[in-house]
């Protein structure tokens, strides 16, 4: 029988716990976890407006979501066979490629608009 949450709240605790299971054992995520937090100094202190700060959140978002999806995917590979396969590899490079296009769009999008309030 799958494991199910009964209640709202029991499935806000699992995700914290998951949240907290990334943020132990995945190095990535704590790096750019770290890069947010830098960046939203440096936005404060450009002086981001609200529009800005909606686009730097739903980029930041992405990109943290997307390497949370790519630690799961990496962990149900690893559960399925410890063997290299090539095909393993693939699935978790393709996963990786999902963080990286989502890094690439916040750091166009953080450029865009810290150089939009600093000149112009």
Do not use: H
Not at 99 to 120: A, D, K, Q, R, Y
């Amino acid at each position: 029988m799958p494991m199910k949450n009964k209640t709202f709240w029991q499935s806000i605790r699992c995700a914290i716990q998951g949240l907290k299971r990334a943020f132990e054992s995945e190095k990535n995520f704590k790096i750019y976890l770290g890069i947010v937090f830098v960046t939203m100094l440096i936005n404060g202190f450009v002086g981001f407006s609200a529009k800005d700060y909606i686009a730097y959140t739903i980029c930041a978002c992405g990109v943290l979501s997307a390497e949370f999806l790519n630690t799961a995917i990496e962990f149900v590979c690893d559960f399925l066979t410890e063997q290299y396969e090539e095909k393993v590899k693939d699935v978790k490079d393709i996963a990786a490629g999902a963080v990286l296009i989502w890094g690439i769009g916040f750091w166009v999008t953080e450029f865009i608009l810290i150089g939009e309030n600093l000149f112009g």
